[in-house]
């Protein structure tokens, strides 16, 4: 019920998005907007590593990568207006992440998950982004087909601490606007 419950609430957040608004392009970035959404992603991000690190069950690490997954479209979002160079990217990776929420439910251990199709980009903080949903969706899918051996625990972790850095990779790119 819940996954079902996040999946309607991340396609709504998606179609919404699908043709932005004239008074959203005319708005100047909304730095309050920009920090609460690196922060909801900055804290989802640390309760996932907490749960990694004292090795909880593979249900509960794939319902907080999901989760996690779920919280890149509002980061994606808002990134967009403070990261002008990267807007074409940005739309294909939001393109992706609604693909890539609904996959999870399906993964099998023979999947992957690639940046495969996306444009291609030249700005560092294009790729951060890129990793900020890539990341949590290798999470989820390493969470349902490799947890149960020491060495998925520590590809988790490892992951989760990449991701970590790409966000504060980004943190210090976009805080001469906050």
Same mark, same amino acid.
């Given at each position: 019920?819940?996954? +079902?419950? !996040?999946? +309607?609430?991340f396609? @709504? +957040?998606?179609?919404?998005?699908?043709? $932005?608004? @004239?008074e959203?392009?005319?708005?100047p970035v909304s730095v309050?907007?920009?920090q609460?959404?690196?922060?909801?992603?900055?804290?989802?991000a640390?309760?996932?590593?907490?749960? @990694?690190?004292i090795r909880?069950e593979q249900?509960?690490i794939?319902e907080?990568?999901?989760?996690?997954?779920?919280h890149?479209?509002?980061?994606l979002i808002?990134?967009?207006?403070?990261?002008p160079q990267c807007?074409q990217?940005?739309?294909?990776?939001?393109n992706?992440?609604?693909?890539?929420?609904?996959?999870q439910?399906?993964?099998t251990?023979?999947?992957?998950?690639?940046?495969?199709?996306? $444009?291609?980009?030249?700005?560092p903080?294009?790729?951060?982004?890129a990793?900020?949903?890539i990341n $949590?969706?290798?999470?989820?899918?390493?969470?349902? +087909?490799?947890?149960?051996?020491?060495?998925?625990?520590?590809?988790?972790e490892?992951?989760m601490?990449e991701? !970590?850095?790409? !966000?504060?990779?980004?943190?210090?790119? @976009?805080? $001469?606007?906050?």
């Open positions: 019920m819940k996954k +079902t419950l !996040l999946l +309607t609430l396609i @709504v +957040t998606l179609s919404g998005c699908d043709k $932005p608004s @004239v959203r392009v005319n708005q309050s907007l920009l609460q959404a690196m922060q909801q992603y900055k804290w989802h640390q309760q996932l590593m907490i749960a @990694v690190r909880s249900q509960l794939a907080l990568a999901v989760e996690l997954l779920a890149s479209s509002p980061l808002s990134l967009n207006d403070a990261l807007k990217y940005f739309l294909a990776l939001q992706k992440l609604g693909s890539l929420v609904s996959r439910q399906y993964a251990s023979n999947d992957s998950i690639t940046l495969q199709g996306l $444009p291609d980009f030249t700005e903080s294009c790729y951060y982004v990793e900020l949903v $949590p969706a290798q999470v989820a899918l390493l969470a349902r +087909t490799a947890l149960p051996l020491e060495q998925g625990y520590q590809d988790v490892l992951t601490r991701t !970590l850095a790409y !966000l504060k990779q980004l943190e210090n790119i @976009v805080k $001469p606007s906050y």
